[in-house]
């Protein structure tokens, strides 16, 4: 299918609600089936992915990215934050994820998603944020490494690489995770607030 034409104005981000799980999971189904970017075999249910929606929204952000089509709204990418580790000491550090609609990737929407982002989790005194991201020795039709390009110019780095530790379609892949830092370390580090709901 052609890429979507879409300029970065159309886009409108906000928090997800669970009532978007439906369409949410339609654009990460596409990348479970047919992709390795995602290491789960099988797509989540509605249910299963709902909870997941509903728990991140607990502590951390769930925003979406929806565009105005034939005046319908749609939901074109999200992007989130989970816990990177669960012992206090790592309170201040966050793995993100982010996905955008296949059929709108390289317009942008993914630099709006990850900047909201961001700027949100420094509200809550988040200090590291790591990116968990699967990697090719040699791209292929399961995966390029799109993603670890995206990251860089994001300013992300990389820090790690866990070799041929995911196996997806007969294939072992490689996980990589870059970080950056979005705040400044100090003693008295002031402690992390849970996620207000708002941008």
Not at 93 to 108: A, L, M, N
Not at 134 to 142: C, V
Request: aromatic share 14%; charged share 30%.
């Amino acid at each position: 299918m052609q890429k979507q034409k879409i300029e970065t104005n159309e886009i409108t981000l906000r928090i997800a609600k669970i009532e978007d799980a439906d369409e949410i999971l339609k654009i990460y189904s596409y990348y479970v089936k047919n992709t390795a970017i995602s290491f789960e075999w099988d797509v989540p249910s509605l249910q299963d992915f709902s909870e997941r929606i509903e728990n991140t929204l607990k502590k951390y952000p769930y925003i979406v990215a929806e565009i105005n089509q034939n005046n319908q709204k749609k939901i074109i990418g999200y992007a989130y934050a989970g816990a990177f580790k669960t012992r206090a000491a790592y309170d201040w550090s966050v793995e993100t994820s982010i996905y955008v609609d296949k059929d709108f990737r390289h317009c942008g929407v993914g630099k709006l998603l990850l900047k909201k982002l961001e700027q949100l989790l420094q509200k809550q005194n988040i200090l590291n944020v790591n990116a968990c991201i699967a990697f090719a020795e040699e791209e292929n039709e399961y995966l390029t490494n799109d993603s670890y390009r995206f990251h860089q110019k994001m300013g992300y780095k990389l820090v790690g690489t866990f070799h041929k530790c995911g196996y997806k379609f007969d294939k072992w892949f490689d996980m990589i995770w870059m970080e950056k830092i979005i705040g400044k370390h100090i003693k008295n580090q002031p402690k992390v607030l849970d996620f207000n709901c708002g941008l």
